[in-house]
């Protein structure tokens, strides 16, 4: 068990459809990382959180959006749903800012399925 | 555009042989490269991680070796067993800005008794 706990384990919406996917680090953990995996494009980075600021954007949609809280749980919001957004979502966590060694920990993740 | 090239996609060894997972990176901005394992339903856990500045590093059974000048590294898992079974992703991160992690695509490994 990595500490990081992602809600739901699953989710099955329709296309249009507007979901939350919710993450809570490790505790103590200040960053939040929220990745992608699908069959076709791997494991992607799509956004970064640090002490409720964002740090970086990856691969991200316009569709999607994320924030995190002053808890320090995350969500990450996808809007507009297309069949290929179905994927899992991971979240991960790391404890400080300014290490590239510093272990990102992840959770089990969401599976997203649209229909 | 593929920062991370992964192989083999799937590798099949007999237990107590000898897995080798090879990857190779473009951006010369990395400098961390850890190795996470997969297993179905779960999220990647890290496994073993190497900086630059060693060309070998070795925990247990697992052993990382990396070619600076070829900007390549690889995973060697020693004596194989069915439990490491699993999918193994490479990744690379830089050394400074945000510390995402940029992955190869993944290798299945399979352990056969």
């Known amino acids: 068990d990595s500490g990081v706990t992602q809600t739901p384990k699953h989710l099955i919406t329709a296309t249009g459809q507007r979901v939350t996917l919710r993450c809570s680090p490790r505790?103590?953990?200040?960053?939040v990382y929220w990745y992608q995996q699908s069959l076709d494009q791997g494991l992607q980075f799509l956004i970064q959180?640090?002490?409720?600021?964002?740090?970086a954007k990856g691969n991200i949609l316009e569709r999607f959006s994320a924030q995190q809280f002053p808890d320090l749980h995350s969500e990450l919001n996808l809007s507009s749903l297309e069949l290929g957004d179905s994927a899992l979502y991971f979240c991960a966590s790391s404890a400080r800012e300014g290490d590239s060694t510093d272990t990102q920990y992840f959770g089990p993740g969401t599976r997203l399925t649209v229909l | 555009q593929q920062q991370v090239k992964q192989s083999p996609q799937s590798l099949i060894v007999q237990k107590g042989g000898i897995s080798i997972i090879n990857c190779a990176y473009e951006n010369t901005a990395f400098d961390y490269f850890p190795w996470y394992q997969q297993f179905p339903g779960k999220g990647p856990a890290l496994l073993i991680a190497i900086r630059p500045d060693v060309s070998e590093k070795k925990e247990g059974r697992f052993t990382i070796s990396f070619n600076k000048s070829a900007k390549q590294f690889s995973l060697h898992i020693m004596d194989s067993q069915p439990g490491d079974s699993a999918t193994y992703f490479c990744?690379?991160?830089?050394?400074?800005?945000?510390?995402?992690?940029?992955f190869g695509k993944g290798t299945k490994l399979s352990v056969i008794p």
């Open positions: 505790s103590g953990d200040l960053s």
């Open positions: 959180y640090y002490n409720g600021e964002e740090r």
């Open positions: 990744a690379a991160s830089k050394a400074a800005g945000s510390y995402q992690l940029t």
